[in-house]
């Protein structure tokens, strides 16, 4: 029995931030860790921009309500928890990430929290640093060997730290700057891999 | 958001190894973890047992398909993945525990293998010492508060080293012997307890 990490958005649901920019019309939420490397730089400036425009958590919540999985995606998860203990390690909020996990029957989900008051988001936790190839390390210090799929920046690490790696639906610079990590852009392509 | 570590026999779902002995008619399959504490001792005695009585893998798998999780065990995991995340810690095996994971929704499962070999079960293979001390203590390196639910002898050092402990249908005498654990007897009142 293997542990199988997924990276969220990108791999299962839709990037959240583009929704809510969608939504507002704010074309800088457009911006994601595949656009800005640096996590901490693209939160300050997300939380910026949304007091800016002063976004209220009620119309994130709405938003976020709207969204679903991306198709195939819960039929992939299905397969997935038949076969390994998934986990999915995202560098999103439990406010935002609540209602897709509910689409997707709540499989782990290991991220972060938002600091909100007053129906705005002032601030943000993360609950530790390189949380996603802490969470590895963790599961194999359990005894587990560790599948690890994402997409993007903030889960090279993870990517790296896992027993074994893919991308699933990467950008290409991505991709290239990290030759080595196979990559997949159907779910049936990644099936056939795992 | 917290992390609640869930013993899966005697909290959600029945004892498996009575489940095999009802349906072999081995009594001596009856005793479990809060029977003979040495949970090494009990296995042995267990896989002796099968070997003597010639019980297949089959045999068991069968009898297992025909277990279902206790009446509520499912409207109580559904509230609490709502609310936490949820992690089953066990010290039963994949091989036994998948098809009752199927009918649970598939939540985390972290416990031990059997091997097996020519439908026979001729071995187990412990993940680690102290398997469930370790994975409250993984995730609580992860930045997480832990809450544990168990009922037995094999859950004193989960419920020990988690945050916040309780017992769910436990014997007396082992409630009794850690008499600072609150103890409760319904999901409802686990749930107001949560």
């Not at 038949?82 to 986990?87: K, L, N, S, T, Y």
């Not at 996990?101 to 936790?125: N, Q, S, T, W």
Request: with cysteine; glycine share 6%; aromatic share 10%.
């Amino acid at each position: 029995m293997k542990v199988l990490c997924l990276d969220l958005e990108g791999v299962l649901v839709p990037e959240i931030w583009h929704g809510i920019a969608r939504a507002t019309g704010i074309e800088t939420l457009k911006k994601t860790t595949r656009d800005i490397p640096v996590y901490e730089d693209l939160m300050r400036l997300r939380l910026d921009t949304i007091e800016r425009h002063a976004v209220t958590m009620e119309t994130i919540r709405r938003t976020i309500d709207g969204l679903d999985p991306f198709p195939g995606a819960d039929a992939f998860l299905a397969w997935a928890r038949r076969r390994f203990q998934v986990a999915i390690l995202s560098d999103t909020f439990y406010e935002f990430a609540m209602p897709l996990m509910a689409k997707l029957g709540f499989p782990l989900l290991l991220c972060h929290r938002l600091v909100v008051e007053d129906d705005r988001i002032v601030g943000y936790r993360l609950r530790q640093e390189q949380a996603k190839a802490a969470s590895v390390r963790a599961f194999q210090s359990l005894g587990y060997e560790v599948v690890a799929v994402g997409d993007s920046y903030n889960d090279i690490d993870m990517l790296r730290a896992a027993d074994r790696a893919c991308f699933f639906r990467a950008p290409d610079r991505i991709a290239d700057a990290h030759g080595d990590i196979p990559r997949f852009e159907t779910y049936d392509e990644l099936m056939c891999a795992l």
